[in-house]
């Protein structure tokens, strides 16, 4: 009688086990899809904006005298500008520029060097173009060269200057092989209260024909308008 009892108890605590177990797994599938879905869809009905910060600007020198810069139909466009145009042909978006007062210089080389050098020195370029009504846009594209292994800092400017609360914020790149580097973690770490997802990034060599990939991109991300 007391072997049946003993049984019984150890039929009763494993059955206990087998059901934590599947509640248990159900909610950590649950759980998976959720964060698949947050980082893998965003919400289509929403108001766009393509803020991008290009450079050297479009401004009639030689495409052939720098690497960011490219001629289409008949325009003289930066790489970053480029992409940016592409992705607000896609999603509907509001295009803006993001300026500074600062002057950059425009051979690749002391660029890049001026780029490292502010980067070192945790500069804060001041910005001369403003967003009055950043709090309408659901999704906001933030577009950037690749700069020293990061986001150059005017960027870092315009994280500081708005409120991405609750925003579906997705930076996209062009670059000469570096990709997004750290950029992407880096404003996950300054917007937390933002839904951060990895954009485009695009290679200076294949920005003139970029918009194939940006098309499928904002395709599969529920983007298309």
Same mark, same amino acid.
């Given at each position: 009688?007391?072997?049946? !009892?003993?049984?019984?108890?150890?039929?009763?605590?494993?059955?206990?086990?087998?059901?934590?177990?599947?509640?248990?797994?159900?909610?950590?599938?649950?759980?998976?899809?959720?964060?698949?879905?947050?980082?893998?869809?965003?919400?289509?009905?929403?108001?766009?904006?393509?803020?991008?910060?290009?450079?050297?600007?479009?401004?009639?020198?030689?495409?052939?005298?720098?690497?960011?810069?490219?001629?289409?139909?008949?325009?003289?466009?930066?790489?970053?500008?480029?992409? &940016?145009?592409?992705?607000?042909?896609?999603?509907?978006?509001?295009?803006?520029?993001?300026?500074?007062?600062?002057?950059?210089?425009?051979?690749?080389?002391?660029?890049?060097?001026?780029?490292?050098?502010?980067?070192?020195?945790?500069?804060?370029?001041?910005?001369?173009?403003?967003?009055?009504?950043?709090?309408?846009?659901?999704?906001?594209?933030?577009?950037?060269?690749?700069?020293?292994?990061?986001?150059?800092?005017? !960027?870092?400017?315009?994280?500081?200057?708005?409120?991405?609360?609750?925003?579906?914020?997705?930076?996209?790149?062009?670059?000469?092989?570096?990709?997004?580097?750290?950029?992407?973690?880096?404003?996950?770490?300054?917007?937390?209260? &933002?839904?951060?997802?990895?954009?485009?990034?695009?290679?200076?060599?294949?920005?003139?024909?970029?918009?194939?990939?940006?098309?499928?991109?904002?395709?599969?991300?529920?983007?298309?308008?």
């Amino acid at each position: 009688m007391k072997k049946q !009892i003993l049984l019984i108890e150890a039929i009763w605590l494993l059955f206990m086990l087998l059901t934590s177990y599947v509640c248990m797994g159900k909610e950590d599938s649950k759980q998976t899809v959720n964060e698949q879905k947050s980082v893998t869809e965003v919400e289509s009905t929403g108001k766009v904006l393509v803020a991008y910060f290009t450079w050297p600007e479009a401004d009639g020198v030689d495409a052939s005298s720098g690497a960011s810069r490219i001629i289409s139909d008949g325009k003289l466009y930066g790489n970053t500008e480029y992409v &940016a145009r592409l992705i607000a042909k896609e999603t509907k978006g509001d295009l803006f520029a993001i300026q500074t007062e600062k002057k950059y210089p425009t051979p690749h080389k002391a660029l890049i060097d001026e780029a490292k050098r502010e980067a070192e020195a945790g500069e804060r370029p001041k910005i001369t173009s403003h967003i009055q009504n950043m709090e309408d846009y659901d999704v906001v594209f933030v577009g950037y060269p690749n700069w020293w292994y990061d986001m150059p800092m005017v !960027i870092y400017s315009f994280f500081d200057e708005y409120d991405f609360k609750g925003k579906t914020v997705i930076p996209f790149v062009t670059h000469g092989g570096s990709r997004f580097s750290e950029s992407v973690e880096t404003i996950k770490n300054l917007e937390k209260e &933002a839904n951060v997802i990895e954009g485009p990034s695009v290679s200076g060599r294949n920005v003139p024909s970029a918009e194939k990939s940006i098309k499928n991109w904002i395709e599969k991300h529920g983007l298309k308008k």
